[in-house]
């Protein structure tokens, strides 16, 4: 066996538009992909680094290069979860590894994992935040789509929700407030939610603020998402949470998040299957997590101008498995 070789690279994936959540606007996708080479034949794997978390392309780079050395000697997926902390970078170290691994043994990635082989999945569809009006715009345009995961931003809310719901009335909802909601929103919001026929209300409050869930009603169920990340939180959110949101950049790739999967359904979570916004080469390993989940939210390709080479196809709301051209 030749020594594995690492590379590193960022790319920029422009945005149809623009894309906002209540902690601002982004017009492009910002990923870093990893490559590792072994025998002339090469892995891939995609991150998206996040500045919630503390991250940037550069310190991304800079974590994915300092396994460099360890990669060469054969460092194994399992080695790797104990020498890079979960996020972003060993998220594309992880999954390039799973790619490297299905092509040098022609095997699937379900072979290899002990996981259900793939199928069609069906995925919401992001509807950025925006004005009431302009929602409920974006909301009749796609109204033929049978999920929409609505991006919200506290006051106004109810508003913006009953003019997509209007708008859409036979599209099921769920929404996610990205940590913008008060406990007060919490109380008020709920029940008329509900009403509104909204499934799944995510991340309503900051992380490290939720503890008082514990104590509000909660006729729609509430999922962990900035709250939630690898199976070291998971005791922190299993008794104030009805299900997470794992997401392989949180998680640190496909390894841990399979991981993270198998624990939440042994504390009886739900499991929500997301994504930060990028192209298919990173939404193509988050699939795999698909029977474990009641939700999957993995449409950052349809948000861009362009996707990938060989990258997934979206029939609607419906991805079909990936090429092997494209990952596993």
């Known amino acids: ?23 601002g606007v982004k017009t492009a996708a910002e990923v870093v ?11 891939r794997g995609e991150c998206v680094p996040y500045a919630r978390y503390e991250e940037s392309i550069r310190s991304v780079l800079g974590q994915i290069s300092s396994v460099r050395d360890f990669i060469a000697d054969g460092l194994t997926r399992d080695g790797l979860l104990t020498v890079m902390p979960s996020g972003a970078a060993r998220n594309a170290v992880d999954c390039a590894l799973w790619d490297l691994e299905a092509k040098l043994s022609g095997k699937t990635i379900a072979e290899i994992g002990g996981i259900p082989a793939l199928g069609p999945t069906i995925t919401a569809y992001t509807l ?3 004005s009431p009006e302009n929602m409920a715009i974006a909301a009749k345009k796609h ?15 109810l ?36 009403d509104l026929g909204v499934e799944l209300i995510e991340q309503p409050l900051p992380a490290g ?5 514990s104590d ?5 169920p509430i999922c962990a998402d900035e709250s939630a990340h690898d199976t070291a939180t998971l005791d922190d959110v299993v008794e104030l949470y009805d299900y997470i949101n794992i997401k392989l950049d949180k998680t640190g790739g496909l390894t841990e998040a399979l991981l993270l999967a198998e624990a939440a359904r042994e504390f009886g979570l739900g499991v929500m299957v997301g994504c930060m916004l990028g192209t298919s080469l990173g939404m193509a390993p988050a699939m795999y997590l698909a ?8 449409d950052g390709p349809l948000l861009l101008e362009k996707d990938r080479e060989h990258g997934i196809q979206f029939d609607g709301n419906v991805m079909h498995p990936p090429s092997r051209k494209l990952w596993g």
């Open 291 to 298: 029977s474990y989940a009641r939700f999957v939210d993995l």
């Open 128 to 130: 950025s935040l925006d």
């Open 209 to 213: 603020e939720d503890s008082v869930l």
């Open 159 to 194: 508003e913006r929700v009953t003019a997509v719901r209007n708008a859409a009335p036979r599209t099921r909802l769920i929404v996610d407030a990205n940590e913008a909601w008060t406990a007060d929103m919490m109380r008020e919001y709920c029940p008329k939610m509900a």
């Open 33 to 43: 992909v990893v490559e590792i080479t072994e025998d002339g034949v090469t892995g």
């Open 143 to 157: 109204s033929n789509r049978p999920l929409f995961k609505l991006k919200l931003a506290g006051e106004g809310d």
């Open 1 to 23: 066996m030749t020594k594995r070789q690492l590379a590193a690279k960022s790319e920029s994936w422009t945005i149809a538009g623009s894309f906002r959540i209540s902690r």
């Open 216 to 220: 509000i009603e909660r006729p729609v």
